[in-house]
């Protein structure tokens, strides 16, 4: 598979199974530091989930992964290709598209914007909507989606290209519990069943102590990089402030609160 580097002054590695590495990354802008030291490799079939504050860099940390920043500095080297699904989305519900153009438009990159789609084409699109059980939605025009059903159809527009890396920024945003946890089953299956490494952006610790099995705490640099079952207290408080305490597991919820609440 493809090996892309940036910053490609850098060290021959073993990629058999780091799948991603960063060094020294870091990233300013207008004087104002975003990114400090960050160091860590990612190995292939790893879940791996990011936490930290608002503000701590971590929608910047992807968008570098993704190469969506140049000015960065420090090297990245990634191995295969990258499906992504992004936090808020471009597409307005309101344009009369079907859920099945949607899942297509993850192929632009290989076929062109204005190049039709081959028979191959809409069969792996419907191969991966029905992995994801919204293959009877084909037809269904986007704003006629429930929140969890628009949730797998991005997913599955990030998957039609057969990425060998995910990256998910807060996938949970406006889905109910129901349904975030019927998604994060299908993400523990591509993770576990068809080997794809997932990177996992989210505030819904709970989520992320339940389903992944490495944790990356940010705020501007790397505060720890660890098995799930390592974390502790310490942990948590390099990365959120001294006002905020974690609230452990009252049935199944894991917050960070202020100490006032």
């Known amino acids: ?13 073993d990629m058999t199974e780091t799948i991603i590495r960063a060094k020294n990354v870091g990233y300013e802008t207008e004087n104002t530091l975003i990114l400090k030291n960050i160091n860590f490799e990612i190995s292939k079939k790893d879940f791996v989930g990011i936490i930290g504050p608002n503000g701590a860099g971590k929608s910047t940390l992807i968008k570098i992964l993704l190469g969506e920043i140049e000015g960065y500095t420090g090297d990245v080297e990634i191995r295969g290709k990258i499906g992504y699904v992004p936090q808020h989305d471009f597409i307005d519900k309101t344009f009369p598209i079907s859920a099945l153009e949607v899942v297509l438009m993850g192929l632009y990159k290989e076929t062109g914007i204005l190049r039709r789609f081959k028979k191959e084409h809409i069969n792996r699109a419907l191969e991966v909507m029905k992995i994801l059980e919204i293959d009877k939605l084909k037809n269904r025009k986007v704003g006629k989606l429930s929140g969890g059903e628009y949730q797998r159809l991005m997913l599955s527009r990030a998957l039609v290209s057969g990425p060998d890396i995910l990256i998910l920024d807060e996938p949970e945003a406006g889905v109910d519990k129901k349904g975030q946890k019927l998604f994060y089953n299908l993400m523990k299956k591509l993770n576990e069943e068809q ?9 819904d610790i709970s989520m992320i102590f339940s389903e992944t099995n490495k944790v990356m705490c940010l705020n501007r640099t790397l505060h720890c990089h660890k098995n799930t079952s390592e974390m502790n207290r310490d942990d948590f408080k390099k990365i959120y402030s001294d006002s905020l305490e974690m609230l452990v597991h009252i049935d199944e919820p894991l917050k960070v609160v202020s100490r006032n609440d």
Request: net charge neutral; hydrophobic share 50%; charged share 20%.
């Open 195 to 203: 080997g794809i490494t997932v990177i996992l952006v989210s505030h």
């Open 1 to 13: 598979m493809k090996v892309y580097v940036k910053n490609a002054e850098t060290e021959v590695f």
